[in-house]
């Protein structure tokens, strides 16, 4: 006599984050997405979280494309970081069940397979640009650190990047949220040191290279050249 139980039929999945942006290139902090593969049975019980079932886990296993766009681990996480130096389109990453069926009692294992689609975003151009090249003094403004000399003024700045996913380009996007200023000489400007704070203020007199702090080392920037002078100005 044979008992018809549950059977798994069919398999669906999601990516947590199907439009990837590679900002470990800009940042050094790993961007990480999840697949969830669910199974769908024969009769009306509820579909089933594979990926987050401990007994029914162990039975997926995943197939990505070769290339630099992208790293997938055996438990379906993708990750980005800054190692990798592409964007790539929508591609496939084969998901495949092979574990208990479940269609008789006693039988032994099933095959079904289904597809993750990601698509990966690169930033492949990317530019500075700071509210004033210069930073004066600031006439009738004494710097509180040291009244004996006048307040230097401030600027705001800010990193444009372009994206490809290697095909397709992306309008201009703001990513200065996303990044961490450096100066190469802390002593003429002040910077925060903060993600995603924009804001230098002069020291002393003189010339650095503001640059983005822990981009990768092939990524398309050039830092940014800022003087600091001693020549009085009046704001209004």
């Not at 984050?17 to 009306?44: H, R």
């Not at 079932?53 to 379906?76: D, I, M």
């Not at 930073?135 to 700045?157: F, H, M, V």
Request: glycine share 8%; hydrophobic share 40%; proline share 6%.
């Amino acid at each position: 006599v044979h008992i018809r139980t549950a059977e798994i039929v069919a398999l669906y999945s999601y990516v947590s984050l199907g439009e990837m942006f590679n900002t470990a290139a800009l940042n050094g902090d790993v961007v990480n997405s999840q697949i969830y593969v669910f199974g769908v049975y024969s009769n009306l019980q509820a579909d089933t979280d594979l990926t987050n079932s401990a007994l029914l886990s162990p039975f997926l296993s995943y197939s990505p494309p070769l290339g630099p766009a992208a790293l997938v681990s055996s438990t379906g996480t993708i990750t980005l970081d800054n190692t990798l130096t592409a964007g790539t389109p929508q591609f496939n990453v084969e998901v495949t069940y092979t574990g208990p069926g479940g269609a008789w009692a006693g039988d032994a294992t099933k095959t079904l397979t289904v597809g993750a689609r990601v698509r990966v975003w690169y930033p492949y151009s990317t530019f500075m640009f700071s509210s004033d090249a210069t930073l004066n003094t600031i006439t009738g403004y004494n710097d509180p650190a040291n009244c004996a000399r006048l307040k230097y003024q401030r600027a705001e700045l800010k990193v444009i990047t372009q994206w490809s996913d290697g095909v397709s380009r992306l309008p201009d996007m703001d990513v200065t949220r996303e990044v961490t200023f450096a100066s190469t000489d802390n002593t003429v400007v002040s910077l925060a040191g903060l993600r995603g704070d924009p804001w230098v203020d002069g020291l002393s007199a003189g010339t650095v290279d503001i640059s983005i702090q822990g981009a990768a080392p092939g990524i398309p920037t050039v830092a940014l050249e800022l003087d600091v002078s001693d020549t009085p100005v009046t704001e209004t």
